[in-house]
């Protein structure tokens, strides 16, 4: 158990649908990261928040949006999706001090139909 | 970020030693180097992360040769548990960009 919450576990929506994925971060970490992995992309990264401001941006589509708030959760934000947008979604969270080592959640498995 | 080169996959037998080479050409003088384990449907976690010459944990061993354009993840005595997807990453810690450039890994097989 890596201290890092995610829910919904699962999620089946269809395509044009909007959804919301969340995460709790460790405590005291104030650093969370998106990614998104699929079969054909590998683990893809997203977005980065800290302490509630965006810190980094990846191959995040314009569709997605994310946010922190003052309490430190995430909430991913997937909206008009399409089949592709099915995938494995992870959040992770980092210690204050400067470091890579990242603690990965469970996982939302996200599918479009 | 660096760009790493890392074998697609690896077979090996319980209780023997494996070694997973990254390839790190470009690596910066501020950057770190990183390992990260998944197994299916989980998350990566993280395995061990070093500098430079060697570093160990309960869990494996890194070692970084003086010109630190590789690197070597060493896991001792594996077991069929550690099948899993074994990822290199080279970058600054918790650099500007403060994120992880994840490749397709090297995906190792244990047999009994």
């Known amino acids: 158990d890596s201290g890092v919450t995610q829910t919904p576990k699962h999620l089946i929506t269809a395509t044009g649908q909007r959804v919301t994925l969340r995460c709790s971060p460790r405590s005291g970490d104030l650093s969370v990261y998106w990614y998104q992995q699929s079969l054909d992309q590998g683990l893809q990264f997203l977005i980065q928040y800290y302490n509630g401001e965006e810190r980094a941006k990846g191959n995040i589509l314009e569709r997605f949006s994310a946010q922190q708030f003052p309490d430190l959760h995430s909430e991913l934000n997937l909206s008009s999706l399409e089949l592709g947008d099915s995938a494995l979604y992870f959040c992770?969270?980092?210690?204050?001090?400067?470091?890579?080592?990242?603690?990965f959640g469970p996982g939302t498995r996200l599918t479009v139909l | 970020l660096a760009k790493t080169t890392q074998p697609i996959s690896m077979d090996s037998y319980e209780g023997q030693e494996v070694n997973i080479t990254c390839s790190h050409n470009?690596?910066?003088?501020?950057?770190?180097i990183t390992w990260y384990q998944q197994f299916p449907s989980q998350g990566p976690r993280f395995i061990i992360q070093g500098y430079k010459t060697k570093v160990t944990n309960e869990v494996a061993s890194l070692f970084i040769p003086a010109d630190r354009k590789s690197s070597t993840l060493s896991l001792p005595r594996v077991s069929l548990s550690d099948t899993a997807v074994y990822y290199c990453l080279v970058g600054e810690r918790g650099g500007s960009q403060g994120n992880l450039i994840f490749g397709k890994g090297t995906k190792l097989s244990v047999k009994p």
């Open positions: 470009n690596i910066a003088t501020n950057d770190y």
């Open positions: 992770a969270s980092s210690p204050r001090t400067p470091t890579n080592e990242q603690f």
